[in-house]
């Protein structure tokens, strides 16, 4: 079977899947999968001021980033709520990052206010594209984000850079395995398991760091984190292996008969079967049945619902 790529949504036109998603499962577990994420749009941002604007315009630490270290950072309104998401690198002279596909444009466009008298630069990178990297596999090219959230390299490629895929050293894995390996890790993507009214507290503080200066939407992440009690928290479920459906992204996530979150991404994992993300309200049981577009759900805990902090240690 050759290649079958998605046909509609974000990620169109990526490969679902090359011949064997079981195959392409194990080899991101075993660190030597390469996953085409071309669709992500990329941002760069040089000059010497870089790292401190950002340091004070985004929830994470970022003055004293070392270079090839993997990053997130995020943008919130005043209130709190998430507008933007820089996943990113530094190179030294550089800082390139990627966001989810369509969100570019008004990030740069955001960033360009932003500038004042700092001396940097920002652009769209329509010549670069995203691929991830097992952390078995060596980057010859390119700029590498080491240590991303799934423990591979995030990394920045010229567009029409060949990916390595010999199925010996490296297996190219479409986003099934990808997507599967990310949501079994509990790494949320923002934008897909988020929505407008998402705090970072509720996604575990995802590229957030606690000590560090003041920033936009600071004061609504640092009283929740204090007092505690986020609205809501981020679960991972395990669904119902029997169907054959997955639940839509979107899709309510009922109790009892009523609303009580609703359901990200969802795919199948080679070795836990069906699962997705969800983001429930804090005052649902952790142990409580769930409905996922029909589906029936057991919830696993990725987010207390107390602290807001995340469990899963793989989530930066």
Known sequence: MGVVRIDEGIDSGLAWHHGN??????????????????TR???????????????????????????????????????GHIEHVLHGVDDGERFLAWTEPGHGAALVEWLERMKF????????REDLRMAWFGHRIAVTQGW?????????????????????????????VGMWAYEAARIAAGVPRVFVDTDHRTIPNEIGLLGTHLEKGCYRGQETV???????????????????????????????????????????SSA??????????????RNVAVDAQLLADDIPAAQETLVDPDVGLHVRPVLR
């Open 268 to 281: 199948r994992h080679h070795e836990l079967g069906p699962i997705a993300l969800a983001l429930v309200k």
């Open 144 to 172: 590498a984000a080491r240590d991303s959230e799934l423990g591979g390299s995030d990394v920045f490629l010229p567009r029409d850079a060949e990916l390595p895929g010999d199925e010996q050293s490296a297996v190219p």
């Open 222 to 264: 640092a009283r929740v984190h204090t007092l505690g009690r986020p609205p809501r928290r981020l679960v991972q479920l395990h669904l119902d292996g029997s169907l054959s459906s997955l639940p839509d992204q979107g899709a309510p996530l009922m109790l009892d008969g009523r609303a009580v979150g609703f359901v990200g």
């Open 117 to 124: 008298m700092s001396r940097v630069e920002v652009r769209l």
């Open 21 to 38: 998603p079981v195959t392409e499962g194990r080899a991101m577990a075993d660190g030597v999968g390469v996953a085409d994420l071309g």
């Open 41 to 79: 749009d990329v941002v760069e941002i040089e000059g010497p001021d870089r790292l401190t604007w950002l340091h004070a315009l985004t929830t994470q630490h970022l003055e004293s980033l070392a270079p090839g270290v993997a990053t997130t950072a995020l943008v919130l309104a005043h209130t």
